[in-house]
Structures are given as structure tokens and as C-alpha cells.
């Protein structure tokens, strides 16, 4: 089974931040992940999938990059809207996620 | 644009079984492969299987063979994922997802079923 590892699990930050979430996989996967969105009692939301292609509707502030094990998710000026949990998906071998990243105000 | 509208909450005893449904509507229900995924309360997401377009062929996460069917009934765009000897580790909600192709991401999911399991 292929392993993702996010970090941080808890990210302080504050409105206008440059924040990057890191997510490596224990395998190589290609460009085989995508990442999601999750607020309190909501269904996760796609943002990113192909390691770097926004979804239609997506704000161009956050965008994607990587390939093989490391990835990265970058909010380039946090939002009041981007406090959530944040969680990548590898689809490269069945499906896994990583355990998710909380992004909160500072 | 699909959207997935999932049945209510449930609360079941130890040892019992749920059966969680997912309905489809607006575009073609036959052309999607669905997902279950579950996540307990505070904690992350869990994939728990897929179903392809015409429900003959199914996959589930080790986790959960032998205790977890999925079905889907084409002629009501109904998904169908049920859960068996169930235990208070399944306390969680289970939503379905739906992907375009079979290795692919989740364009969409549904809101979520609430399922406790307590005694």
C-alpha cells in the first residue's frame, strides 16, 4: 500500500501568508495526486488534481506542484475563506490520503 | 453536473448492519465509477471502496473486505454501500465520491451520512 505523509498536521498562519503544505508518498506516484479542501461538517472539496491543474472555480491563488514522492500545495495569500483542512490524495494505486493539515488563524 | 444526495443518519447496536444509500442525479449515473469513504469524528479520510459504472465489478480496501457490499441500482441512480458486524470504531461518516474514470481523483462528493454505532 502506498503511505502519504503530510506536514505540518497544524499550520498557524494569518490573513495575506504565503502557506505550503508538503506531501510526500511512499512511492513514486507521478503526478497521480490531487488535493482537497475540508471545512467543519462540509465534504472535502477538489482544488488540485494532477499534482498541479486547478479545478474549475478554484481560486488562481492556490496551485499545485511536484511529481514522483514530494508534493506541495501552496496558498499564496491566505484568505479568511482557506481556514480548513487540507488533504492530499494519492490515485496512482488504489487511494490513500494523507492525514491531513489544519490551517488556522494565528 | 452530478450531484450525490446521501440518505439520514443512523444509529445502530454492536454487531448490527447499516446499508447507506447515495442518489444521483443530473447527469448520467452509468457513466461514473463511485467511491465510500468514511471518516471518523476528528480524524481523517479513509477510502473504503469503489464500484465501477455498471456495478459488476467492485473493489474494497483490505480494511473492510468480507464486511463491506457496494451496489448500485442503474435504474434509480442509487448507490448503495453496506456495512456489517458493525463495531463503535465504525462510528463515522460515510460519504460516497464519484470519479470520471477508474484511476482517477474525486470530482465530487456527497454530504455525508452520519452512522454511530453504540450500544
Known amino acids: 500500500d502506498i503511505q502519504m505523509t503530510q506536514s505540518p498536521s497544524t499550520l498557524s498562519a494569518s490573513v495575506g501568508d504565503r502557506v505550503t503544505i508538503t506531501c510526500r508518498a511512499s512511492?513514486?506516484?507521478?503526478?497521480?495526486l490531487a488535493w482537497y479542501q475540508q471545512k467543519p461538517g462540509k465534504a472535502p472539496k477538489l482544488l488540485i488534481y494532477?499534482?498541479?491543474t486547478l479545478e474549475r472555480g478554484v481560486p488562481s491563488r492556490f496551485s499545485g506542484s511536484g511529481s514522483g514522492t514530494e508534493f506541495t500545495l501552496t496558498i499564496r495569500s491566505l484568505q479568511p475563506d482557506d481556514f480548513a483542512t487540507y488533504y492530499c490524495?494519492?490515485?496512482?494505486?488504489?487511494?490513500?490520503f494523507g492525514q491531513g493539515t489544519k490551517v488556522e488563524i494565528k | 453536473q452530478v450531484q450525490l444526495v446521501q440518505s439520514g443518519a443512523e444509529v445502530k447496536k454492536p454487531g448490527a448492519s447499516v446499508k447507506v444509500s447515495c442518489k444521483a442525479s443530473?447527469?448520467?449515473?452509468?457513466?461514473?465509477?463511485m467511491h465510500w469513504v468514511r471518516q471518523a469524528p476528528g480524524q481523517g479520510l479513509e477510502w473504503m471502496g469503489i464500484?465501477?459504472?455498471?456495478?459488476?465489478?467492485?473493489s474494497y480496501a483490505q480494511n473492510f473486505q468480507g464486511r463491506v457490499t457496494m451496489t448500485r441500482d442503474t435504474s434509480t441512480s442509487t448507490l448503495y454501500m453496506e456495512l456489517n458486524s458493525l463495531k463503535s470504531e465504525d462510528t463515522a461518516v460515510y460519504y460516497c465520491?464519484?470519479?470520471?474514470?477508474?484511476?482517477?481523483?474525486?470530482?465530487?462528493w456527497g454530504r455525508g451520512t452520519l452512522v454511530t454505532v453504540s450500544s
Open positions: 512511492q513514486t506516484i507521478s503526478t497521480s
Open positions: 443530473g447527469d448520467t449515473f452509468t457513466s461514473f465509477y
Open positions: 490524495q494519492q490515485y496512482n494505486s488504489y487511494w490513500t
Open positions: 464500484i465501477n459504472p455498471s456495478g459488476d465489478r467492485t
Open positions: 465520491a464519484v470519479a470520471a474514470r477508474p484511476n482517477w481523483f474525486f470530482d465530487l
Open positions: 494532477k499534482a498541479s
